[in-house]
């Protein structure tokens, strides 16, 4: 039997215990007097102790359904054992309890088709005809005649009209509320009762772990407290969740407490007719999907196109003797759908009035922004529209220089003054990590010193990086704060959307880390600890402000951003994107400027699917995101496990821990591994908390320079042309492979085949292998693990391109666009005529901007000092693709008399 012990969370250890009690109990009804009874026996019996405790917060198959199972072992009665325990575990696995009552006894045929069972196995449109199921928590100290009677005084409120099915789970404290709040992704409601007790007695370590993600102590509170502490925790850990209180208490007493997100509080009543409309009301405000389906009930009228596209209602296609094939591939729904009317029940992207509108303010609710904006060409058009909304020319903005090329250029569009932050650099893995916060609050101290601090408009930072460094986002915006009251946050968060919907993920969002310290800087406790601070702290003494965490001044501004690649970590069609925003400002200041920008950037002829496909992944991950996310970090989690333990890949592949991508000062609480062979699983929960830089557990980084192939090549020539395995980001002797909410265990397992198989073929080649192939095969795993070279810091701009060599901020737009002029350039070879430059003492200038693939982010940008690090790593770069560099001339670069004239104009101007 496999160990229960090695799973990452009790969702993963739930299905496999009741997939191993399958196996053991089949075994037992085979052969019960076998010579290995006895120990299959002792297996069954730690599979039941350990379910016994799962069962309790979850609707299926229910405590009184084990207990049955569980006689049914005591008493010897095998086969009945085995036939229940498959029908739990096939509905569990296939979903099939969802859709229907499960018998688990006997008077049914056993041999019943297999598709029946297997919710995959159905046609899509025989699933969106079923009714969707969830599950009820209700909170109350009953007994079990008590149970029953709540559980079937809800179940007679059923109608054959309601929209959802449920069932009810309930749980007597407060503590095992929490537990199944965190443990359950069935729940879409909670009902909280007068009766709950605060403790539970479940004793399961795993599960005792989720309470430790709460952070609260409990002991202090009084019964009266513990319904409404019991909301606010809820809309902390699950905030998407409707949470309901019933309560005998006045209308005065809980009218002033905080309540979180609950939806209603009822008073002294059994009125389950009342609960049940709530509940089903609750849920489908959630469900709604106001432009998707506008958009199919569009479809569906008839209606006569007398306006651009020949191709809507399929009319091109359908008429056509040579591409009806397109037509076949994509069915009918599609075309039927395509139209650029913003009438008949539709609505206009740009300025949305009806079912857009109402969309982009659910998504806002489920991101927890204040505003939110739909994108259909992607995070970088996001990325530009924002920038060009709030950044004037000549405003400074401080940039980690390794983000996004989106970036970049929008620093040339808004004519921006652009501070490069530094990332701590990773040499041996050719990749940056992320910009500490002594570096931001140096550049912040050193623009306050040179009396620029008013200039400084916004930090834009990337969280997650593309390789998984996480920031501590409070953090970094209170400490900035402090320095600067009413600086503008951007978070390019292309890659962490997903993150919303977990809760150790959550806290590091933009958009949550936006509303607490909204929440913090108007209670009493903020403005204390500010004039403390106030008091001891010289705010001249830039020594001490670096070496002291800062605290923010009460009046502060929280302004943040966040632009969000939907399309690539939650469902969407490629290119939906969305902007979130949490401006106390934007009102009154932005708002006008933002439209503008939106206006620019945004296609008057959007692509209704890709609104329509937002609108629908929002609905996924309100209902089901805590779920799915749940899954694409136990996924990642196991891949990890896998490789990290299996000899023969240890050979030749690594994959990156904490400790590898992050150094040790930034990690306070000390985690080096997700995952030890010898002590097993980390809680993430405490360096999420803590530490200034984490890693995403389901961004996983695989050094693949053992294998004496570069990343590029072993991701194009090993990965995906020889395997059909697709990734994206590679480094010099690294892949990653990252999971999504997609992502199964079945695609994990079969990675893990492919680079086993990957390790054998290296193993036979090299016992076959001549003395000098060995020998090559050493130097190319010596130059790609040993020799590499070390990644170039940001040099600086050249003086024409300043203001003044007080601090380095640089005007990139100039010096884009005087590239140009032709006249104003030239080109220099890297290995001749640029090193007789710079021996001659020159200052070469770069051009344009010069992107290697990997690791993808400009190393040299407009206007930028060419020095002779760069040099010495773009001569070492071993990619094929370098945008902006042309092997058959060289690097191009401004002419000395270019510069001096710009140098000249730019003087001209200051006077």
Known sequence: MNSMSSQYSAVQMRSDGWSFLQQATTAMARDPDGKHASKTIKNIEELFETLCVTEAYWAFPGIHAFDVMRRQFEHK??????????????????????????????????????????????????????????????????????????????????????????????????????????FNHNLQAVVIRPGLTLKSTNELPMLKRFLSQVGD??????????????????????????????????????????????????????????????????????????????????SRQPTGVFHAMPISRGKSVSRSHWIQDMGAFYGPNIFMAETSATSGGLDSLLEPHGPIKEAQELASRAFGSRQTFFATNGTSTCNKIVVQALVQPGDIVLVDRDCHKSHHYGMVLSGAQVVYLESYPLNEYSMYGAVPLTGIKRQLLELKSAGKLDRVRMLLLTNCTFDGIVYNVEQVMKECLAIKPDLIFLWDEAWFAFARFGP?????????????????????????????????????????????????????????????????????????????????D?????????????????????????????????????????????????????????????????KYFKVLTAGDMIPEQYRESGVQSYYDPEQGWTDIWECWATDEFVLDATRVTLVV?????????????????????????????????????????????????????????????????????????????????????????????????????????????????????????????????????????????????????????????????VSREILAFMRALDVSEIHGYRPDLGLRVFTDEALNKSRKDRALAAE
């Open 77 to 182: 009665n095998f086969e009945d054992l085995a036939f229940s325990v498959r029908r739990v575990a096939r509905a569990l696995s296939s979903g099939a309890y969802r859709r229907r009552t499960i018998p688990l006894d006997r008077d049914r045929e056993e041999n019943e088709p297999d598709e029946n069972e297997d919710e995959a196995l159905l046609s899509p449109e025989a699933r969106a005809l079923s009714r969707p199921y969830f599950e009820v928590l209700i909170v109350d100290s009953l007994t079990e005649a008590q149970t029953r009677w709540m559980k079937n005084s809800i179940q007679g409120m059923r109608r054959n009209e309601d929209a959802f099915q449920y069932e009810a789970v309930v749980v007597p404290s407060l503590e095992d509320a929490l537990i199944g709040t965190l």
């Open 705 to 865: 320079g053992g294998t004496g192939w570069d990343g590029d090549t072993f991701k194009t020539q090993i990965l995906m042309d020889k395997y059909g395995i697709q990734i994206n980001k590679t480094s010099r002797n690294t892949v990653l492979f990252m999971t999504n909410i997609g992502t199964t265990r079945s695609s994990v397992a079969y990675l893990i085949e492919v680079l086993v198989e990957i390790a054998k073929d290296l193993d036979e080649l090299y016992d076959d292998a001549s003395k000098m192939e060995r020998m090559s095969f050493e130097r190319r795993v010596k130059n790609l693990m040993v020799d590499y070279p070390p990644l170039p810091d940001f040099s600086c701009f050249h003086p024409a391109f300043r203001s003044d060599d007080k601090t380095p901020e640089g005007d990139v737009r100039t010096a884009f666009f005087l590239s140009y002029d032709e006249e104003n350039c030239d080109y220099l070879a890297l290995d001749g005529s640029m090193i007789a430059a710079l021996d001659s003492g020159r200052e070469v200038v770069s051009a344009s901007f010069i992107i290697p693939y990997p690791p993808g982010f400009p190393i040299l940008v407009p206007g930028q000092v």
């Open 504 to 584: 150790t993920y959550r806290q590091r969002t933009a958009m949550n880390a936006a509303n607490n310290l909204r929440d913090d800087l108007r209670t009493p406790k903020a403005k204390s600890a500010w004039e403390k601070q106030c008091k001891k702290l010289d705010k001249d003494d830039h020594e001490a402000m670096m070496n002291t965490q800062l605290v923010p001044p009460p009046d502060a501004r929280v302004r943040v951003y966040a632009t969000q690649s939907t399309h690539k970590t939650l469902t969407s069609l490629r290119q939906g994107s969305m902007i979130h925003v949490n401006d106390q």
């Open 217 to 298: 102590d409990f002991d202090s509170l009084r019964p009266e407290e513990y319904g409404p502490v019991l909301c606010r925790l809820i809309a902390k850990i699950r905030p998407e969740l409707d949470a309901y209180l019933i309560t005998d208490r006045s209308v005065e007493e809980i009218a002033g407490m905080d309540l979180g997100l609950c939806r209603r509080v009822f008073y002294n009543q059994e009125d389950f007719v009342e609960l049940h409309l709530n509940i089903l009301r609750g849920v489908q405000s959630r469900y709604k999907t106001p432009f998707f389906s506008a958009l199919k009930e569009y």
């Open 586 to 650: 934007f009102k009154g200041e932005v708002e006008q400027s933002f439209h503008e920008a939106y206006m620019t950037h945004t296609s008057t002829s959007p692509n209704y699917q890709i609104i329509a496909s937002l609108d629908v992944g929002r609905r996924q991950v309100e209902l089901e995101g805590f779920e799915f996310v749940q899954r694409q970090v136990e996924a990642a989690m196991s891949m990890r496990r896998a490789i990290s333990t299996h000899p023969l890949l240890q």
